[in-house]
């Protein structure tokens, strides 16, 4: 039975984003920690260091314009911290820039979300934790579509004034209005039917389902079960967009281009409009998402569906139509113009930049990044390790380390491909390190042990080993334990690991031939 859930809505206004928002709320930090929704290109440390050095030029022109004193505290808000991960690297980005110390002291960061479940996961995180009791990191509750109320997690309303505002990969998470002008002029906007075929037990009103959806709004494949049928129909700018401001900013970004179509981000305008109240004097907002650089993508009568991560929707951003709202509303406006680029930036001020900001916006986002270089050198290096090129691989895995030292994940493939290059000495140091950083990013005790094993230190890998089966038992764990105690000759322990091993995994067959060996006899090794 085909259920229609609703019939030509508006995009914008459609169910799929009642869908979204649940996922959101109630996913938490595990929609970046499981990967379900890409981050690294805008959390890395090389794209924390951009922002810090153009925060500072900024910081540097305020002080210069009387805005800010010498002693004021610096606010800087993150609207969507996603996994907290930008919030920890643009501090120590912050704290490692040359002559910016008292910057750094004096600098506050609120890392915001609206959903309270992800802020309450970030908490919970130890890093993240020993930022906010050190004072350096606040935790607030924002919706983006009411900018003017922002409060901290667990108290009232933040009333700082900010300097910068960073957004980054959340223009393109909210919801946008599509409008297609023909050549002759004519305007259309987006609408969609959607649709679910029920299995036998399931609602059969289009309320009970979408309440049974959104009540476990994060199990898999959720969109991906519904049948989206798009449409464009007839309407006039003034329908679409009664703000004559978004109606110019329409305008003024199609200017020329005959027929085109544009994912307009009505939302995300009004949330830059809303955020000038909590801005100082001269402050700035910088988005930075996915999309184009040009305006040759809204060129024609096209459909662009979005994309979906997990049971989220994400649409591509025009920057060259964030560059006409600032025209329309007086604002300044520095942006990146490459399409080379992995992502966009936009750096926007309601009054003027003043020379420093400039001059450091055009070196910190050169028509290649740094950024873009960090994500070219771990997609070959991944690259190469698939092809088992494993001393490529390392190679540019270490590229990749050296500009984002954090990422505890970044250290534990460059050591697994460290080993199978045959340097097991290389990847035990980083894993130490990736230890240190970041426990849970993977099995490290594990493969420590793995490491020194190779290394042909079978004694010392017992203990990795041991605290790896300590953390979680796993078969693999088991059966390379076993391996070095029956090389060791230590049969009976070997045999009890063995018999670990195949507990966990009756198909295990390294553990099933190793022990069939040391029962007739063998030595396992």
Not at 250 to 266: D, F, I, K, Q, S
Not at 342 to 357: E, I, K, N, V, Y
Not at 507 to 521: F, I, Q
């Amino acid at each position: 039975m085909r259920l229609i859930l609703e019939e030509a809505a508006p995009f914008e206004r459609s169910v799929a984003w009642r869908l979204h928002h649940a996922y959101w709320e109630q996913r938490g930090a595990a929609a970046w920690t499981s990967g379900e929704v890409p981050s690294h290109a805008t959390t890395n440390r090389a794209a924390a260091r951009q922002k810090v050095r153009l925060f500072l030029a900024l910081v540097a022109d305020l002080v210069a314009a009387g805005e800010l004193l010498d002693d004021d505290p610096v606010w800087v808000l993150e609207a969507g911290a996603g996994s907290g991960v930008f919030a920890r690297n643009f501090l120590a980005a912050l704290d490692a820039e040359p002559d910016a110390a008292d910057v750094a002291r004096r600098t506050r960061f609120i890392a915001s979300d609206y959903a309270e479940k992800n802020l309450r996961d970030l908490r919970a995180q130890p890093a993240v934790a020993a930022l906010v009791e050190a004072g350096r990191l606040v935790l607030a509750r924002w919706d983006m579509t009411a900018p003017h109320r922002l409060r901290e997690l667990d108290g009232g309303p933040v009333t700082r004034p900010i300097t910068l505002v960073l957004a980054s990969y959340v223009a393109c998470v909210l919801p946008m209005k599509y409008l297609q002008r023909s050549a002759a002029g004519e305007w259309r906007e987006l609408r969609v039917t959607i649709a679910a075929e029920l299995d036998g037990a399931a609602p059969t009103t289009p309320d009970a389902y979408l309440d049974a959806l959104t009540a476990d709004a994060t199990r898999a494949a959720l969109l991906e079960k519904l049948d989206f049928t798009y449409a464009f129909a007839p309407t006039t700018l003034a329908d679409a967009l009664p703000d004559p401001l978004h109606a110019a900013t329409v305008e003024r970004a199609l200017r020329g281009l005959g027929a085109a179509t544009l994912g307009y981000p009505v939302l995300y305008v009004d949330f830059l409009r809303g955020v000038e109240a909590l801005l100082v004097r001269g402050g700035a907002v910088v988005t930075t998402d996915y999309g184009s650089a040009n305006r040759l993508p809204l060129v024609g009568e096209v459909e662009r569906p979005p994309q979906r991560y997990g049971n989220s929707l994400a649409q591509e951003v025009s920057f060259p139509t964030l560059e006409a709202f600032a025209k329309v509303a007086g604002w300044d406006c520095l942006r990146t113009k490459s399409e080379l680029a992995t992502s966009h930036t936009a750096a926007m001020t309601p009054w003027r930049f003043g020379d420093a900001t400039r001059g450091v916006f055009g070196a910190v986002f050169p028509y290649v990044c740094e950024s873009d270089h960090l994500l070219d050198f771990v997609s070959a290096a991944r690259r190469y390790a698939r092809e088992r090129s494993f001393a490529r691989a390392v190679r540019f895995f270490l590229l990749a380390v050296a500009l984002d030292p954090d990422n505890a994940e970044l250290r534990a493939q460059l050591a697994e491909a460290a080993i199978e290059a045959g340097v097991p000495r290389l990847a035990r140091e980083q894993l130490l390190v990736g230890l240190e950083l970041d426990p849970t990013a993977a099995d490290f005790e594990f493969m420590i042990g793995r490491a020194l094993a190779h290394e042909g230190k079978r004694e010392d890998a017992v203990a990795w080993y041991e605290r790896s089966l300590a953390r979680e038992a796993h078969p693999t764990t088991w059966a390379n334990l076993a391996e070095i105690h029956a090389t060791a000759g230590r049969k009976e322990e070997a045999r009890r690991c063995y018999e670990a091993a195949l507990a966990l995994d009756p198909e295990h067959g390294d553990a099933r031939e190793r022990l069939a060996e040391l029962d007739a006899g063998g030595d396992g090794g």
